[in-house]
T-cell receptor, first 112, second 114 residues
Framework: ETGVTQSPTHLIKTRGQQVTLRCSSQ?????VSWYQQALGQGPQFIFQYYREEENGRGNFPPRFSGLQFPNYSSELNVNALELDDSALYLC???????????FGPGTRLTVT | GNSVTQMEGPVTLSEEAFLTINCTYT??????LFWYVQYPGEGLQLLLK?????DKGSNKGFEATYRKETTSFHLEKGSVQVSDSAVYFC?????????????FGQGTILTVHP
């Protein structure tokens, strides 16, 4: 059974640019949640996708958007990058929206 | 709103010492409670969970009991090892919505010396 995978591992972008992060969910899981973890902090919920629709959202601006594909993999897109967007972005998949979440290794984004 | 508060870190212990990391929460309704562990350079791994009051979650020698009366979910281990060095996060899922949003504490860094 393959776990949750994320790509890329690390990424460096310039302020104002756009970035796309990718996540492949664990086999059999139809729900993907995204979290932002700033250095030294706990993860903060960005949003959740269930069966290709956004199913819930945290306190993040609209420039954070996402997609979920028919195979349940997912993308996180961030437009107009700001320095404060520098963080570890974690993806988690689950069997259903309120079930136990399994996390990937994360993508480290640095905005300069 | 929902929140989780963990004891201030970092925590430094000698091998075989007893570990306690305090966690208290604020939530409406009846949340599920979790402890996650993050090793250096890695994502989060679920360590243990409890879904109702008085439940005890346990895994790999770690334990935590869901105490509704004190709104707490303290993590304990009787004898820590060097390999337990990591960051530990307490989290809750408040439920009552259609989605499973996890709310995390700020994390506690544990360092265990030989």
């Amino acid at each position: 059974e393959t776990g949750v995978t994320q790509s890329p591992t690390h990424l460096i972008k310039t302020r104002g640019q756009q970035v796309t992060l990718r996540c492949s969910s664990q086999s059999g899981h139809n729900t993907v949640s995204w979290y932002q973890q700033a250095l030294g902090q706990g993860p903060q919920f960005i949003f959740q996708y269930y069966r290709e629709e956004e199913n819930g959202r945290g306190n993040f601006p609209p420039r954070f958007s996402g997609l979920q594909f028919p195979n349940y993999s997912s993308e996180l897109n961030v437009n107009a990058l700001e320095l404060d967007d520098s963080a570890l972005y974690l993806c988690a998949s689950s069997l259903a929206p309120v079930y136990e979440q399994y996390f990937g290794p994360g993508t480290r984004l640095t905005v300069t | 709103g929902n929140s989780v508060t963990q004891m201030e870190g970092p925590v430094t212990l000698s091998e075989e010492a007893f570990l306690t990391i305090n966690c208290t929460y604020t939530a409406t309704g009846y949340p599920s409670l979790f402890w996650y562990v993050q090793y250096p350079g890695e994502g989060l791994q679920l360590l243990l969970k409890a879904t109702k009051a008085d439940d005890k979650g346990s895994n790999k020698g770690f334990e935590a009991t869901y105490r509704k009366e004190t709104t707490s979910f303290h993590l304990e281990k009787g004898s820590v090892q060097v390999s337990d060095s990591a960051v530990y996060f307490c989290a809750l899922n408040a439920g009552g919505t259609s989605y499973g949003k996890l709310t995390f504490g700020q994390g506690t860094i544990l360092t265990v010396h030989p």
